[in-house]
Nanobody, 115 residues
């Protein structure tokens, strides 16, 4: 059974940090490109960050460049999103995504940036 389970979301003040984790199971994790997406209320889901299967290449949305870092551990079958200097506009549900032959999505974790 394929599972992507996100964790690490929560309420944080502007300027704070959070680290999201996505634990994968049920598929060959190390062969999949992994991404984080987010969806704010009333907005479309958007790509936040992506990392290739071996971790050698990453790309980011312009809005998060220099503040967010995506990484992965293929032994632990986990992908991470380190989020620093958070701003209210980062408030959204964050989703983990896996792509290779198939596409898998996690259930999402809420991130709220507010004072």
């Amino acid at each position: 059974q394929v599972q992507l389970v996100e964790s690490g979301g929560g309420l944080v003040q502007p300027g704070g940090s959070l680290r999201l984790s996505c634990a994968a199971s049920g598929f060959f994790f190390s062969s999949y490109t992994m991404s984080w997406y987010r969806q704010a209320p009333g907005k479309e889901r958007e790509l936040v960050a992506r990392i290739t299967s071996g971790g050698g290449s990453t790309n980011y949305a312009d809005s998060v460049k220099g503040r967010f870092t995506i990484s992965r551990d293929n032994v632990k079958k986990t992908v991470y999103l380190q989020m620093n200097s958070l701003i209210p506009e980062d408030t959204a549900v964050y989703y983990c995504n896996a792509v290779n032959y198939y596409v898998y999505w996690g259930q999402g974790t809420q991130v709220t940036v507010s004072s």
